[in-house]
């Protein structure tokens, strides 16, 4: 994308109230950002080889449209985009089905050393996932589907951040200014009450206001026609407006207790109270426009992200593209009903980013699509660790010939 994927991922906002006090400074530079490991970590990865292979091909994707000279930070050291795609080219081509964790993880160590995300202000990680949507809507409007969903306005105006450098040094990316920005715009309550009317930027109608709420929350999703056919959409662009939580102002009212707050029982509330419900979304002045997608959910890179691999985090601390490891908990539906939570530990690609995402202590991780991947969006805020797998020196050339990546379509 050239424009940074605002995320607005839903558990930081919705939970920042019930994060630790801060005890030391953020960590602001990228050079800060990766440490030595704290303490040993059993490396054992519990996803399936293949839809790791997938991830890695994306990288090498966008790696391979990126200057070889272009160098990532990696707190002490610096790697060209020349070395972080020959050590990825050299794990994708030797990634096999019947590969233990033990193996794995001793393939992945002939290539590359562990550093450790220095954590946010508790010096802790946190975890948070999101997913894909679906929800309900039609390409026309009818009385029950009469909630618009906007592509994005032919006056809306991004900038280059270069002239602002003083204004938005936090936008500052591996010691550059990167990206544009956009010049604020009509706000969530402008929109809703007509701003846009008659100018023909309607992609579709949802039935709901809450569901194109948290669609906009996790940037991409599905719509579920009347006819049962579906079309994928996705982020396009933002109203420029900053991200306000609307989970913390219920919190902040006295409306749901901070330790039961979730995207679940905050969908609850809404349905609980429609009165409240205009107030409550409009709090919220960031407002995401859409595009229709032919392909699978697409990162902050321009490529699909990949369930259970594929990371975001603060672009400006972490090198894009690059291979790391995770280290929490997530929930899992049983059979019964009920939730358990699971150990989460797999090597992931750092694929995305996002508004809501700041610091060296977040962590989202993207969950694809379906109940269980709601689930995991909705409950997690798990603490744990985040390791930055960074490539060896003196290994620059190929172990074989690199194959031809095509990620699978």
């Known amino acids: 994308m050239r424009h940074l994927r605002i995320l607005l991922l839903s558990a930081l906002g919705l939970l920042a109230s019930a994060c630790p006090s801060p005890s030391r400074a953020p960590v602001t530079r990228p050079e800060d950002a990766l440490v030595g490991l704290s303490r040993k970590m059993e490396p054992r990865d519990d996803g399936d080889v293949a839809s790791l292979r997938t991830a890695v091909a994306e990288s090498l994707v966008w790696l391979r449209s990126r200057p070889a000279d272009h160098r990532f930070i990696y707190g002490a050291r610096q790697v060209s985009i020349a070395e972080l795609r020959t050590a990825l080219e050299r794990l994708h081509a030797r990634l096999r089905e019947d590969l233990t964790p033990e193996a794995l993880w001793a393939l992945v160590l002939e290539d590359f050393e562990p550093l450790e995300a220095a954590g946010g202000e508790d010096g802790q990680v946190l975890f948070t996932g999101y997913y894909e949507p679906t929800i309900e809507a039609s390409l026309t409007r009818t009385d029950v589907y009469n909630v618009p969903i906007h592509g994005p306005p032919s006056d809306l105006i991004e900038v280059p951040l270069e002239p602002f450098a003083e204004r938005f040094k936090s936008e500052r990316v591996f010691g550059r200014l990167d990206g544009r920005k956009v010049v604020p715009y009509w706000s969530r309550g402008d929109i809703r009450g007509g701003r846009l ?22 940037g991409s999703g599905s719509l579920l026609l009347p006819d049962g056919s579906r079309r994928r959409i996705g982020y396009a662009a933002s109203n420029g407006k900053p991200y306000r939580s609307i989970g913390s102002l219920l919190i902040q009212e006295g409306a749901i207790p901070k330790e039961e707050m979730s995207m679940q029982a905050l969908r609850a509330w809404l349905a609980a109270n429609p009165q409240q419900c205009h107030r409550v979304l409009d709090h919220n002045e960031s407002y995401v426009f859409f595009r229709f997608l032919n392909t699978a959910s697409v990162g902050s890179l321009g490529r699909p992200v990949t369930a259970g691999r594929s990371i975001a985090t603060d672009a400006r601390l972490f090198p894009k593209g690059g291979l790391a490891f995770i280290h929490t908990e997530r929930p899992v539906r049983m059979a019964d009903g009920s939730v358990q939570w699971k150990p989460l530990s797999r090597f992931v690609l750092n694929q995305d980013t996002g508004g809501a995402i700041r610091g060296a202590g977040r962590v989202d991780v993207f969950w694809g699509a379906g109940p269980q991947a709601e689930l995991a969006a909705g409950m997690m805020k798990q603490k744990g660790r ?15 010939a690199p194959v031809p990546v095509t990620p699978p379509k």
Do not use: Y
């Not at 930027?201 to 996790?218: G, H, I, N, S």
């Open 197 to 218: 009317s008659g100018r023909k930027l309607e992609l579709a109608w949802a039935k709901d206001p809450v569901a194109l709420f948290f669609l906009e929350v996790q």
């Open 386 to 400: 985040l390791l930055f797998l960074v490539p060896r020196p003196g290994r620059a050339a190929p172990l074989v």
